[in-house]
C-alpha cells in the first residue's frame, strides 16, 4: 500500500509542480525590468513559474479580447488599461500606477538635431504605430501639439512596437526615433538627441491591474504586491523608469 501510494504521489507531481504559473502580459518597453523582477522572485519562490508575453498594448488587449489567458496585465498608458477595464478583463480594485517614464528622441546623427522643429530636416522618423503602440501615440501627441504633423507626414515609418524603433536608429534605417527614455539607456549605437517637451504629450504611465482569475490566485496576488515593493521600485529606478 505504501509503494502505491509513492507511485501515485510521483505521478502527481507534474501537477503540483504547476500549480502556481503566473501568467503575465506586458508592454515591450517593460521586457528588460519584468524579466530582472521576475527572476528575482522566482529565485525566492521557486515553486512559482511566471510565463510571460511581452507585445505592444494594443496588440495585448486584443489577444485578450480573442482569449489570451493573463493573470497580470501591465500597459503603457492610461487608455489600453481604460479599454481592458471596460471590456472587464481586469479587477477594477486592482488598477494601480506601476512606473512613468518620458518621452525621447533617439539616433546616430547627434549634431543635426536639438528639437522638435530640427525633425523637419530628417528623411525618415521611427515612430510605433499609434493605434496599438502608447510610444507612439505619445510621439504623434507631441509632433501635432508641436506644429509638425504636415512637416513630418511622409516621413514617419511605423513600427510594430518601441523596441523596433530603437533598432531602426540603432542600424541607422532611419535618421532618429522616438522612445521612452528606459529604451534609449539600453542603445549601444543610438544616442539621446533631445528630451522632448513634457508639456507635448501626457505624462507616460504603466497601469497594471490582475484580471478576475489572477484576483483569485494567492500566488499571483503574492507577485502583485512584490512588484509594488520597495526592491521593486530600485529595479524599475536602476532601468531608468521613473516612480512618481
Not at 525566492?44 to 510571460?52: A, C, D, H, L
Not at 528622441?105 to 499609434?130: C, E, K, W, Y
Request: with cysteine; hydrophobic share 45%; charged share 20%.
Amino acid at each position: 500500500m505504501r509503494t502505491l501510494c509513492f507511485a501515485l504521489s510521483l505521478l502527481l507531481l507534474p501537477l503540483y509542480a504547476h500549480a502556481a504559473d503566473i501568467a503575465l502580459g506586458a508592454g515591450v518597453g517593460l521586457k528588460d525590468v519584468l524579466n530582472e523582477l521576475c527572476a528575482s522572485y522566482t529565485a525566492r519562490n521557486p515553486s512559482v513559474k511566471i510565463t510571460k508575453s511581452y507585445v505592444a498594448s494594443g496588440a495585448l488587449a486584443k489577444q485578450m479580447d480573442s482569449g489570451l489567458s493573463v493573470d497580470i496585465v501591465l500597459v503603457a498608458n492610461q487608455q489600453w488599461m481604460d479599454y481592458l477595464k471596460g471590456k472587464k478583463h481586469v479587477e477594477r480594485a486592482s488598477i494601480t500606477p506601476f512606473a512613468y517614464n518620458s518621452l525621447v528622441f533617439v539616433g546616430t546623427n547627434q549634431g543635426a538635431v536639438h528639437g522638435m522643429h530640427d525633425l523637419a530636416g530628417l528623411n525618415r522618423i521611427a515612430i510605433g504605430s499609434p493605434k496599438i503602440v502608447p510610444a507612439g501615440d505619445y510621439a504623434l501627441h507631441a509632433i501635432r501639439k508641436a506644429g509638425m504633423e504636415k512637416a513630418l507626414e511622409s516621413k514617419l515609418v511605423m513600427a510594430r512596437d518601441v523596441r523596433d524603433c530603437l533598432m531602426y536608429a540603432e542600424r541607422n534605417e532611419v535618421d532618429g526615433a522616438f522612445v521612452y527614455r528606459s529604451d534609449s539607456l539600453k542603445s549601444h549605437n543610438a544616442k539621446l538627441l533631445f528630451n522632448v517637451p513634457q508639456d507635448l504629450y501626457p505624462r507616460v504611465v504603466y497601469p497594471m491591474a490582475m484580471t478576475a482569475s489572477g484576483a483569485r490566485q494567492p500566488e499571483t496576488v503574492s507577485f502583485y504586491k512584490f512588484l509594488r515593493s520597495t526592491e521593486a521600485t530600485r529595479v524599475l529606478r536602476k532601468h531608468g523608469f521613473e516612480i512618481q
